[in-house]
């Protein structure tokens, strides 16, 4: 408890400070790969539900174009991921702007997935717990699986990490996540299939997935 109350946070707040220093020139020559290669703007947001499922602006570099119809409708996502799109997920690239959420208080290193506020009217009660932490860069439903779980194992394993947090699971959970980059098992991508839906049994309501 005194831990995730905290020093989860001030551990945060040292990590996320030196990692925006350190990894400044990695992500400057990504933006800039990102506005040649996919355009502008090259940070995307969206927002989503974090602790106590307060909405917050989550900031990561966009990995997609936006390619039209001819009716003016976005593509699909598959369609509007290029190869360097797709890159940028394996590796977590992407992911690398997230670092100021977690500066803000918006997120931390370890947590929950930041998933669509839409998914707040289809949780179950059990579902609706993985917000009684902040939510996380770098989750357990990562190191058990990542993508190629299906939605109510991730959100098992969500719930699971609230109700077991500790120091030493953090660390844990921050190793074996390198792991999984490094050898970009599970990794995110437009053409995941179990990105494509997410089923709530329990209501019967449908919502797209996204990662």
């Known amino acids: 408890m005194f831990y995730s109350k905290y020093v989860k946070r001030l551990l945060s707040v040292c990590l996320s400070f030196i990692g925006i220093i350190a990894l400044s020139p990695i992500m400057l020559i990504t933006a800039v790969l990102i506005r040649i290669k996919l355009g502008s703007p090259v940070i995307f947001s969206q927002e989503r539900p974090g602790y106590k499922e307060k909405i917050f602006k989550l900031y990561k570099f966009r990995s997609m174009t936006d390619a039209r119809d001819e009716t003016g409708e976005l593509l699909p996502d598959e369609k509007r991921q290029t190869k360097?799109?797709?890159?940028?997920?394996?590796?977590?690239?992407?992911?690398?702007?997230?670092?100021?959420?977690?500066?803000?208080?918006?997120?931390?290193?370890?947590?929950?997935?930041?998933?669509?506020?839409?998914?707040?009217?289809?949780?179950?009660?059990?579902?609706h717990k993985r917000h009684n932490v902040r939510p996380g860069m770098a989750n357990i439903s990562a190191i058990k699986g990542r993508n190629t779980l299906d939605w109510e194992e991730r959100l098992k394993w969500d719930v699971w990490y609230t109700e077991n947090i500790s120091f030493l699971l953090d660390i844990k959970i921050f190793f074996q996540t390198i792991k999984v980059v490094l050898m970009r098992k599970g990794a995110p991508d437009a053409n995941d299939s179990n990105r494509g839906r997410f089923d709530v049994a329990a209501t019967g309501k449908r919502l797209k997935g996204s990662d």
């Open 84 to 127: 360097f799109g797709r890159f940028l997920r394996r590796t977590s690239l992407d992911e690398l702007p997230s670092l100021v959420n977690i500066l803000k208080g918006d997120m931390a290193f370890i947590g929950p997935r930041p998933l669509l506020k839409e998914y707040l009217q289809v949780y179950t009660p059990e579902q």
